[in-house]
């Protein structure tokens, strides 16, 4: 049986803020488990809790805090083996996130699915971004 770590992010990360959301909510950010590390989703929040009326700001917001956790874990965009991503207004958000997904993600690109959905964790929130990505050996 593997070993399973759970992210815990340092107090006063500049990207998160805190863990208060993650304590609150009883979740941790990534999971790294059978070589793998399982990326809570992400949405476009500031670290302050506020959230940004744009769809193009929320979404490059939640790429931002996608790559930190990466980051954290040691990776990069390179890394992801899957991403998901959830879209109030798909038909609105979908060709400003290719566009923001293509900075990010250049090249060994992951497996990718789009759901539109109704509602997410907060009513102002447009986009959420979930992801795989694999574990770089010891």
Do not use: C
């Amino acid at each position: 049986m593997s070993e399973v770590q759970r992210l815990r992010l340092p107090d006063n990360d500049p990207v998160f803020g805190s863990n208060k959301v993650f304590d609150l909510f009883q979740y941790s950010p990534a999971v790294k488990a059978g070589g793998l590390v399982f990326i809570a989703g992400q949405v476009g929040i500031h670290a302050d809790g506020t959230v940004p009326q744009s769809a193009e700001e929320q979404i490059e917001l939640a790429f931002k805090r996608l790559g930190a956790i990466l980051a954290h874990e040691g990776l990069g965009f390179e890394d992801l083996v899957e991403l998901v991503s959830y879209h109030v207004r798909i038909d609105e958000q979908l060709s400003a996130f290719r566009a923001i997904k293509e900075r990010h993600i250049t090249s060994d690109f992951p497996a990718w699915t789009i759901l539109g959905v109704a509602a997410l964790a907060r009513p102002n929130l447009l986009v959420e971004i979930k992801a795989v990505a694999a574990a770089r050996p010891a």
